[in-house]
């Protein structure tokens, strides 16, 4: 019994040592190799390679080399130039390391950051199981290196939305989000500075967080600047949804703040995602009945420039 006992521990402390000193790293595959029939011809257009004409000018470089991910968590959901989100991704490719980082700012340093653009038309990820990674349009993947071994990323990552929100309703309007892992939510008022509207950091399962404070959209065509900071711990649930609902009075929205702040640990308490798609439980149904709406495409405005998912998908 003894020697078994210290077996075990000699397997233990050699397997700690195995993930203690693995390697690991980042990389974003090449760009697959076009086919033949795609490689343009070098004869002159007349396909007389004894002509003399001189070989056609190669195709000028793309306005934006950095490559752009659309919508790794609903493919095809880019629908207008305008409207969605822009996001910046950070990774850690170690996960000893990321198990210390349990914050989503947190995950924004220089050093974590990915080259990429990320572009989503809303945020309205519902409780499931997520293995897609990151693609970008040109074929290449963001992949995870261990010793060699490659991997989609599909945990340890950080996501840095930024947008401006708008309503076609007038009012106060609250927002809440339901969120697998880590979220904090940040907006920026007229004639004010950046604050934070909540926050529902840490390692959780999706947990429904309610800002106790509403924003002002009583004035037509107003325009909030909204920032969303989130992070994916272990893999692989994930879920972000960021509701909200519209009171004509500033009483009525306080009164309302009460009956919403709680929080749910429960995987399965808000979508049963052993199905896919995951089918919504009477508790989130609850939510809609009570006047809570996920935020649409149309209600996000790019701060800046354009889609470029839209653009490049030739709409």
Same mark, same amino acid.
């Given at each position: 019994?003894?020697?078994?006992?210290?077996?075990?521990?000699?397997?233990?402390?050699?397997?700690?040592?195995?993930?203690?000193?693995?390697?690991?790293?980042?990389?974003?595959?090449?760009?697959?190799?076009?086919?033949?029939?795609?490689?343009?011809?070098?004869?002159?257009?007349?396909?007389?390679?004894?002509?003399?004409?001189?070989?056609?000018?190669?195709?000028?470089?793309?306005?934006?080399?950095?490559?752009?991910?659309?919508?790794?968590?609903?493919?095809?959901?880019?629908?207008?130039?305008?409207?969605?989100?822009?996001?910046?991704?950070?990774?850690?490719?170690?996960?000893?390391?990321?198990?210390?980082?349990?914050?989503?700012?947190?995950?924004?340093?220089?050093?974590?950051?990915?080259?990429?653009?990320?572009?989503?038309?809303?945020?309205?990820?519902?409780?499931?199981?997520? #293995?897609?990674? &990151?693609?970008? /349009? $040109?074929?290449?993947? @963001?992949? %995870?290196?261990?010793?060699?071994?490659?991997?989609?990323? *599909?945990?340890?990552?950080?996501?840095?939305?930024?947008? #401006?929100?708008? &309503?076609?309703? /007038? $009012?106060?309007?609250? @927002?809440? %989000?339901?969120?697998?892992?880590?979220?904090?939510?940040? *907006?920026?008022?007229?004639?004010?500075?950046?604050?934070?509207?909540?926050?529902?950091?840490?390692?959780?399962?999706?947990? @429904?967080? %309610?800002?106790?404070?509403?924003?002002?959209?009583?004035?037509?065509?107003?325009?909030?600047?909204?920032?969303?900071?989130?992070?994916?711990?272990?893999?692989?649930?994930?879920?972000?949804?960021?509701?909200?609902?519209?009171?004509?009075?500033?009483?009525?929205?306080?009164?309302?703040?009460?009956?919403?702040?709680?929080?749910?640990?429960?995987?399965?308490?808000?979508?049963?995602?052993?199905?896919?798609?995951?089918?919504?439980?009477?508790?989130?149904?609850?939510?809609?009945?009570?006047?809570?709406?996920?935020?649409?495409?149309?209600?996000?405005?790019?701060?800046?420039?354009?889609?470029?998912?839209?653009?490049?998908?030739?709409?």
């Amino acid at each position: 019994m003894a020697n078994s006992i210290k077996i075990s521990q000699l397997i233990f402390v050699f397997i700690a040592f195995q993930a203690c000193t693995a390697e690991y790293s980042l990389r974003l595959t090449s760009a697959p190799e076009p086919l033949a029939s795609d490689v343009p011809s070098e004869s002159p257009p007349n396909g007389d390679p004894t002509s003399g004409a001189p070989a056609p000018a190669p195709p000028a470089p793309p306005a934006n080399p950095t490559p752009v991910v659309c919508d790794p968590f609903a493919a095809g959901n880019i629908i207008a130039a305008e409207n969605g989100l822009k996001a910046e991704l950070f990774a850690i490719a170690d996960p000893n390391e990321a198990w210390q980082v349990s914050q989503s700012k947190a995950y924004q340093t220089p050093a974590r950051k990915i080259d990429l653009e990320v572009f989503v038309s809303d945020l309205n990820v519902p409780s499931r199981r997520w #293995s897609n990674g &990151f693609a970008t /349009t $040109g074929g290449q993947r @963001l992949k %995870v290196v261990k010793n060699g071994v490659e991997e989609d990323l *599909v945990e340890w990552f950080g996501l840095k939305f930024v947008s #401006s929100l708008k &309503f076609s309703e /007038t $009012g106060y309007v609250q @927002l809440a %989000v339901i969120s697998d892992d880590g979220v904090t939510v940040d *907006v920026i008022e007229p004639g004010q500075e950046k604050r934070t509207l909540f926050e529902v950091e840490g390692f959780h399962p999706p947990k @429904l967080k %309610v800002a106790k404070q509403f924003l002002d959209f009583t004035a037509a065509n107003r325009r909030i600047p909204i920032e969303v900071n989130y992070f994916q711990g272990p893999r692989f649930h994930i879920s972000l949804v960021l509701l909200y609902r519209v009171f004509s009075t500033a009483e009525d929205a306080h009164l309302a703040e009460k009956l919403d702040e709680k929080g749910h640990f429960e995987t399965e308490f808000f979508w049963d995602s052993s199905v896919y798609p995951s089918i919504p439980t009477a508790n989130y149904n609850s939510l809609l009945e009570r006047g809570w709406k996920p935020l649409r495409a149309e209600n996000f405005l790019l701060q800046e420039g354009t889609n470029r998912c839209f653009m490049e998908s030739g709409r």
